[in-house]
């Protein structure tokens, strides 16, 4: 049944949520550490599961792929309702502090792909 | 006739929420491919009209959340909201591959470290090059400029001005909304085709909204990578902005 999928994506993304608020408060940070991930994490897990202990069949599979396809709608939503404006005016500073992370973070991208391919061949070898 | 229209409107404002990001889908997609030839991508578009639409409906209605402060869209911010963001996002682990994430994961964990240092000196340095000289004030800029979360966590446990607060917000605003709109016109020239690369992007841009919106923008495959990562940024950034960080600053700038 594809309420299954649609259950078990919950209850990941639940599980991972507290836990990730349960991680916060225990290293005293006011903020989620990595709820999302946790629960991405669980999701693969069950999915990886040996299939005699548990296994989402094709139907069920359905109630996960459906959120996964509304993904970039929902992306679009999220666009939608920012506040653009605050964004545009909000004078030299930010505007100049963003732009700059961005543009720095963009440019350390190759150079860490870089290390990660030395990794590789090493361990290659 | 129109009064009652404008009722069933309100009360089922998520449908109409999904009939709104539909429109603007298919416009963008058919944009995308009789306009620009499949240059552009339209979801790539589609992000980009919501912005632009958001931008348009700020100045008129002056309210904070875009198109959703319009009485009749105002189900769009239950779909744009945190609970449907992440819900999809978990969803789109499913069809990950292990190998792939095991491959990246000491180098997407050092990106998420980089990322935060990074995004905080390149702000602390915006601050103090426009004359800022308080290391609270410096200090809640450069972690604002990580993420919007990450500024006004920080000030507000050192004890910073709300219009310092306010700043650190725009700048993390700014930097999430560049990361949407900047992704799939650079992603090839900096090698974002891969997991990985995609792994060691969400960790160093961190956003959260930006890293999915950019992914989807540029190829929906890579979102569950970079948002693996991205999830874990604002909490390194809230556990470091405030305590060494601050102390890093504050032995600066005596």
Same mark, same amino acid.
């Given at each position: ?7 078990? #994506? &919950? ?16 290293? *005293?940070?006011?903020? /989620? ?5 946790? &629960? %991405? ?5 069950? &999915? /990886? ?14 109630? $996960? ?5 509304? @993904?970039?709608p929902i992306i679009v939503a999220m666009a939608a309702k920012q506040n653009a404006v605050a ?27 870089? !290390?990660? /391919? /030395? ?7 | 006739?129109?009064? !009652?229209?404008?009722?069933?409107a309100q009360k089922n404002s998520l449908l109409v929420a999904f009939v709104f990001v539909?429109?603007i %889908? ?24 919501g912005l632009?639409l958001a931008?348009?409906s700020g100045?008129y209605t002056g309210g904070s959340k875009g198109v959703a402060d319009i009485e009749l869209l105002t189900g769009v911010a239950i779909m744009g909201g945190g609970m449907f963001r992440d819900f999809a ?8 591959? $292990?190998? +792939?994430?095991?491959?990246?994961? $000491? ?26 000289? +308080? ?6 800029? *450069?972690?604002?400029?990580?993420? @919007? ?17 306010? !700043? ?16 799939? #016109? ?23 909204s ?11 495959? #890579?979102?569950?990578?970079? &948002? ?7 909490? $390194? ?18």
């Amino acid at each position: 049944m594809i309420i299954y999928g649609v259950a078990i #994506l &919950a209850f990941c993304t639940l599980v991972g949520k507290y836990t990730g608020d349960l991680i916060g408060i225990m290293i *005293g940070v006011q903020s /989620n550490v990595g709820g999302v991930g946790i &629960a %991405m994490l669980l999701l693969i897990l069950l &999915a /990886n599961f040996p299939k005699r202990i548990f296994h989402l069949d094709e139907i069920s599979q359905k109630g $996960v792929t459906f959120w996964s396809a509304m @993904y970039i709608p929902i992306i679009v939503a999220m666009a939608a309702k920012q506040n653009a404006v605050a964004a545009m005016s909000s004078g030299a500073v930010a505007i100049t502090a963003g732009v700059l992370a961005v543009v720095f973070s963009f440019a350390m991208i190759p150079p860490l792909m870089r !290390l990660s /391919n /030395n990794r590789d061949i090493k361990k290659d070898d | 006739m129109t009064d !009652l229209l404008y009722i069933i409107a309100q009360k089922n404002s998520l449908l109409v929420a999904f009939v709104f990001v539909g429109v603007i %889908m298919w416009l963008s997609y058919k944009a995308s491919k009789y306009l620009t030839v499949g240059h552009l991508h339209g979801s790539a578009i589609a992000i980009m009209a919501g912005l632009i639409l958001a931008y348009f409906s700020g100045q008129y209605t002056g309210g904070s959340k875009g198109v959703a402060d319009i009485e009749l869209l105002t189900g769009v911010a239950i779909m744009g909201g945190g609970m449907f963001r992440d819900f999809a996002i978990v969803a789109t682990a499913f069809g990950v591959n $292990v190998e +792939d994430l095991r491959k990246a994961g $000491v180098v997407g964990a050092a990106s998420i470290i980089i990322g935060v240092l990074l995004s905080f000196f390149v702000g602390a340095g915006v601050a103090v090059a426009f004359g800022y000289t +308080d290391p609270v004030a410096i200090t809640t800029i *450069g972690a604002g400029a990580a993420t @919007y979360i990450i500024g006004p966590v920080t000030g507000a446990s050192l004890g910073a001005s709300s219009e310092i607060i306010a !700043l650190s917000i725009a700048a993390g605003l700014v930097k999430s909304i560049l990361v949407m709109v900047s992704t799939p #016109l650079v992603a090839k020239r900096i090698g974002l085709d891969n997991p990985t690369a995609a792994m060691i992007y969400g960790g160093l841009m961190g956003t959260t909204s930006g890293v999915s919106g950019g992914l989807a923008a540029t190829d929906p495959k #890579l979102v569950p990578y970079g &948002a693996m990562t991205a999830t874990f940024y604002t909490g $390194v950034g809230c556990l470091l902005a405030p305590s060494v960080l601050y102390l890093i600053i504050k032995q600066l700038s005596t």
